[in-house]
Each structure stands twice: as C-alpha cells, then as structure tokens.
C-alpha cells in the first residue's frame, strides 16, 4: 500500500518561494509506470492540477503554472518536491501530493499553505 505525506511550511510570504516535499512509502518512486503529481485546492474552489514528475523523471507541468512551478525528486529519499515561486495570497489552497499507478491511484492527506505577510 503506497502512502503519501505532504510536509512544509503553513506560511508563506508573498514574493517567496513556496516548497513541499512529498514522503513516499510503501513503494519506490521509480516503480515503472507510476507518476507523481502535486494537485492543489484553493479555498471554494475545485482541484488545479500542477505538475507531474514521472517514475523515469521526466516533468510535466500545467501551461497556466509552468513559469513559476518545479517538481523534483531524491530518489535516495523517496521524496517528490514542490517549488513554487513568486507566490501571491491567490496561491493559498490545500496541497496535494497524488500517486498514479497502473492499477489505482493513492492521495496524501494534503498540507494547508496560507501566502500572507
């Protein structure tokens, strides 16, 4: 059973760099044919997908989001991570980490960032 935890800071200035990590367990993030997405739900508003980072590293990100979004992984760790620059109040939402296997998908609990000064 795969398992996602989300973890980073709550608060986020406006102008600065938001990162996240995702911890994997329960399996390797270079299994073939998983990807790993970051999925974000701002408040009252429905999911925005953000960017995926594949089992053999390759990203994808959204078109709206890629100029300020980075997905990485250390792979000694079995972690993905999240950058997110240049971050305004409109980038405040729940932040998911999301695994996409050949079977079925796993969701992490999510992790609340607020930008604010």
């Known amino acids: 059973q795969v398992q996602l935890q989300e973890s980073g800071p709550g608060l986020v200035k406006p102008s600065q760099t938001l990162s996240l990590t995702c911890t994997v367990s329960?399996?390797?993030?270079?299994?073939?044919?998983?990807?790993w997405s970051w999925i974000r739900q701002p408040p009252g508003k429905g999911l925005e997908w953000m960017g995926v980072?594949?089992?053999?590293?390759?990203?994808y990100y959204s078109p709206s989001l890629k100029s300020r979004t980075s997905i990485s992984r250390d792979t000694s760790k079995n972690q993905i991570s999240l950058q997110l620059s240049s971050v305004t109040p409109e980038d405040t939402a729940v932040y998911y980490c999301?695994?996409?296997?050949?079977?079925?998908?796993?969701w992490g609990q999510g992790t609340q960032v607020i930008v604010s000064s």
């Open positions: 329960g399996g390797s993030i270079t299994t073939t044919n998983y990807a």
């Open positions: 999301k695994a996409d296997g050949p079977r079925r998908s796993y």
């Open positions: 980072i594949a089992y053999d590293g390759s990203t």
